[in-house]
């Protein structure tokens, strides 16, 4: 194996760990929640709370914030945005817009149906899944973009622009406010 691959092996496996790690780290307070609840032997009742529908909303957030940070993160990554706006929607309608709406019906007050304990779990399994892809396609973007980039250094440049070290992605360019513009 290359070491190029081993690197890429290794930046893949880092990437995994911080994403289960920011899992874990979300969902830890749920976790405390339940196991007392297991405890007190009211499991069934924290289905019925809108608990999870908070952790799926907490991770459906970070999904959106993940797919956006992929797209904004370099400009040649444009090319790929009606797939990020797709995975974004499809996040608000799939996971964030359920749990919001669970989330205020158990808040209301009236008796919460039965099909909820059923629900909650299934959205934020859903929520994770979702999360864990929008750091993989956040990260895959990236790591093609640049993979294409030192294809082209290597195939057609001379030299002495090869031999250069290959920089990161270029900082979003945000316009400078000079205190001169009016409102």
Not at 55 to 81: E, H, P, Q, S
Not at 123 to 143: D, G, H
């Amino acid at each position: 194996m290359s070491e190029r691959q081993e690197n890429r092996e290794q930046q893949s496996m880092s990437m995994m760990y911080g994403t289960y790690a920011d899992i874990l780290f979300v969902l830890f307070p749920f976790l405390v929640i339940g196991m007392q609840s297991l405890w007190d032997g009211r499991l069934y009742e924290t289905l019925m709370r809108a608990d999870l529908s908070i952790a799926a909303a907490i991770l459906a957030g970070l999904a959106i914030g993940k797919f956006v940070l992929g797209l904004v993160t370099n400009r040649d990554l444009g090319r790929y945005k009606e797939r990020i706006v797709f995975f974004i929607a499809m996040t608000l309608f799939v996971v964030l817009g359920p749990a919001i709406i669970l989330m205020l019906s158990i808040m209301g007050g009236a008796e919460v149906p039965g099909f909820v304990a059923f629900v909650q779990p299934v959205l934020l399994i859903i929520a994770i899944s979702l999360y864990s892809s929008a750091v993989s396609i956040s990260n895959i973007l990236t790591r093609s973009d640049s993979g294409q980039n030192s294809a082209v250094v290597a195939e057609g440049q001379s030299a002495s622009t090869a031999g250069t070290p290959q920089t990161g992605p270029a900082p979003l360019d945000l316009p400078r406010h000079n205190g001169t513009d009016t409102w």
